[in-house]
């Protein structure tokens, strides 16, 4: 049997407001509409994906084990997946194009603050995998599960459903690993409002570059960047 692969990187454009993810993604006329959609097919390192302005709310998902970094899979939603190599990038910049997480209220039972939005089908605004890069947005309203750990009785608030409200990055499993991995996950020019997590509740194992951050909180540690 013959294996066929893409050779080239592939630009594709997404638009909130007049897109269709049963079109071609290939031009800002077939445009796709969510960036979930893109996130599963903008896939292949080099591949470029153009924002169109709007507002990002529909639309989640979990992200792959393979380029997460972490040795357990995902469970919680996403709203944009950045593939290793992969850029995502706004086409009139932050003030234009938002990103939006989701809220989840727990309860006091379970979450020590129940009115954090941490609850288990809270949502994260971005992932940024290894080499790739996430430009030009507003991440807002992203939350990550916190309720859950409690309710289990875990003080691990390490894993990769529990951090980076706004955005994650790729995890390494030693300094060394980390350090190399996390520093090639971009994240510029963006804009990381109101998100909260366990941990890292603007941003978690990502290299900030030209960003601002306002009004985000870690639950138990990192208020902005851990």
Same mark, same amino acid.
């Given at each position: ?37 893109? *996130? !599963?097919? =903008? +896939?292949? @390192?080099?591949? $470029? #994906?153009?924002?169109?302005?709007? /507002?990002? %709310? ?12 972490? *040795? !357990?899979? =995902? +469970?919680? @939603?996403?709203? $944009? #997946?950045?593939?290793?190599?992969? /850029?995502? %990038? ?12 989701? *809220?989840?209220?727990? +309860? ?119």
């Amino acid at each position: 049997p013959f294996t066929v692969e893409r050779l080239f990187m592939t630009h594709f454009y997404v638009d909130a407001t007049n897109g269709d993810d049963a079109k071609s993604g290939a031009s800002e006329a077939t445009a796709w509409k969510t960036l979930a959609f893109a *996130s !599963t097919n =903008a +896939t292949w @390192a080099g591949d $470029v #994906v153009t924002v169109l302005p709007g /507002t990002y %709310e529909e639309g989640s998902l979990s992200i792959p084990q393979g380029i997460s970094g972490w *040795s !357990t899979a =995902a +469970t919680r @939603a996403t709203r $944009v #997946v950045v593939h290793p190599g992969v /850029t995502f %990038e706004s086409r009139d910049g932050a003030a234009a194009t938002v990103v939006l997480g989701a *809220s989840a209220t727990g +309860t006091p039972e379970v979450d020590m603050d129940a009115a954090s939005g941490c609850g288990v089908n809270a949502v994260r605004c971005a992932f940024v995998g290894s080499g790739g890069t996430l430009r030009g947005f507003t991440l807002r309203g992203g939350r990550t599960d916190y309720g859950s750990l409690v309710a289990n009785g875990s003080t691990d608030l390490q894993g990769v459903d529990h951090m980076g409200g706004g955005v994650l990055g790729l995890y390494g499993t030693n300094a060394a690993d980390f350090e190399e991995k996390y520093a090639q996950c971009l994240v510029e020019d963006c804009v990381i409002d109101d998100c909260r997590a366990p941990r890292g509740g603007a941003a978690r194992y990502v290299r900030l570059r030209i960003c601002v951050v306002s009004n985000c909180r870690g639950i138990n540690m990192g208020s902005c960047v851990r």
